[in-house]
């Protein structure tokens, strides 16, 4: 399955959770376009081409000039590598999937962090 039909997948199962989803392909896309989007959660995949969700999820939380920006909750989607799991937290997620992700426990993470 290629990166864009994944991505097309999740977006489907997203859309038909009631969820509105704004699928973006690269950090630098996703810096760009966080003020206007405004999210409640983001989905952010580690393994994005250009800057990668480390460096995205660093920048948001650290050098974004929305302040609002930087506490919406992320989830990362990364390799469930120990390593990768610990970047991911230390770059700002405040949750993790590890890939392949099962999407009941997508929804349920979604959930629990909106909730807070």
């Keep these: 399955m290629t990166n864009q039909m994944n991505i097309d997948a999740l977006t489907d199962f997203l859309d038909a959770n009631n969820f509105r989803v704004a699928p973006i392909h690269s950090g630098l896309e996703f810096l760009e376009c966080i003020p206007t989007v405004r999210p409640n959660i983001i989905l952010m995949d580690i393994q994005m081409p250009g800057m990668d969700g480390f460096e995205a999820m660093r920048r948001l939380a650290h050098h974004h ?5 930087a506490v919406t909750p992320i989830i990362a989607d990364c390799n469930s590598c120990y390593a990768a ?32």
Excluded: F, Q, V, W
Excluded at 65 to 69: H, I, K, L, R, Y
Excluded at 90 to 103: E, F, H, I, T, V
């Design 65 to 69: 000039e929305d302040p609002a920006s």
């Design 85 to 116: 799991i610990d970047r991911c937290l230390d770059a700002g997620a405040n949750a993790y999937m590890s890939k392949p992700m099962r999407l009941s426990d997508l929804l349920a993470t979604i959930h629990n962090l909106l909730k807070a």
